[in-house]
Structures are given as structure tokens and as C-alpha cells.
């Protein structure tokens, strides 16, 4: 089960300590249900990953898998469209939780940011006060869920 907040972000608050970097490609096979393909290059190593995931906006239920290099090109024929790139950097917040942002489709039209916190349970989900650097939530906007933004810009052009 995936437990999740989203909120936009007009910059990486590089102020927070760094976790981790990597540079994804994703796209998107199927929308009811969700399904994504991944390629995700850290540190030169490169991993891929299939996705299903359920209906829901705070809470959906999430599975994965690896695939090949091979596998995943082959879905990127299937799909046909550009590949959404992001430039994802996860921070530690001084509360534990680990804050994901992500610049979508940077130097495009379409570039925009996002930052996500994953919980491990409703509740504390729900007593997550964001601080004022996450400008504006969106976990209930299915605007912008990733799925969406896909179809608005590889789709509907």
C-alpha cells in the first residue's frame, strides 16, 4: 500500500541534507488500471521497473517489479511517445520522513516541480504539518498525477 502526500515546489530545497539522486525516464502502458514503466540511472547504475497501481489519491494499493533493459525498450516501442525525464533528488526532513521532489520535463514548456512524502500509515499521513518550502498540496488534484500529466502532453497533442 502506497500512503502518500504530493505537493508542488518551485525549487529543490537544497537547505535539507541530500539522501540521494537519479535521473528517471517513465511512461505510461494503460490508465484503469495504472500502469507504468520505469528507468531510473543513479550513481551509473541503471534499474527498471513495472508498476501497477490501484484507484485512491492519499492511499492506493502499489505493485512492482523489476524487468530488463530489454523489456523496458520494448514497452517504450509499445508506448510510442516521448518519455516523461525527471531529475529526482529525495532529502531528509528533520522529522525522519524522506521528501522526493522531482523536476519534470525540465528546459520543456511542461517542466514543473513536485515533492512527495510516503508514510506508513493514514493517520500519520494526516498529522503531517508541510512545511511552507511544499507551496501547495496536491494529493487530492488528479490533475496532477503523473498518469494525467502523461496524457495531457504525449496524448492529447
Known amino acids: 500500500m502506497e500512503i502518500e502526500r504530493k505537493f508542488l515546489i518551485e525549487s529543490f530545497p537544497d537547505f535539507l541534507p541530500l539522501k540521494s ?3 528517471m525516464q517513465q511512461i505510461y ?10 528507468s531510473k540511472n543513479a550513481d551509473g547504475k541503471e534499474s527498471y521497473r513495472l ?14 517489479t523489476s524487468i530488463t533493459k530489454e523489456q523496458f525498450e520494448g514497452l517504450m516501442r509499445i508506448a510510442g511517445k516521448e518519455p516523461i525525464k525527471k531529475h529526482k533528488k529525495n ?7 524522506i521528501l522526493e521532489c522531482s523536476l ?13 512524502v510516503e508514510f506508513s500509515s493514514v493517520k500519520e499521513a494526516e498529522s503531517f504539518e508541510p512545511p511552507e518550502y511544499l507551496v501547495k498540496e496536491v494529493t487530492y488534484d488528479n490533475y496532477y498525477k503523473m498518469n494525467r500529466y502523461w496524457q495531457r502532453t504525449r496524448l492529447d497533442v
Open 21 to 23: 539522486e537519479c535521473d
Open 29 to 38: 502502458i494503460s490508465f484503469a488500471p495504472v500502469v507504468r514503466a520505469r
Open 51 to 64: 508498476t501497477v497501481k490501484g484507484k485512491g489519491e492519499l492511499c492506493r494499493e502499489e505493485i512492482e
Open 91 to 97: 532529502y531528509c526532513l528533520p522529522d525522519g520522513h
Open 104 to 116: 519534470v520535463d525540465g528546459g520543456t514548456e511542461n517542466e514543473f516541480m513536485y515533492a512527495e
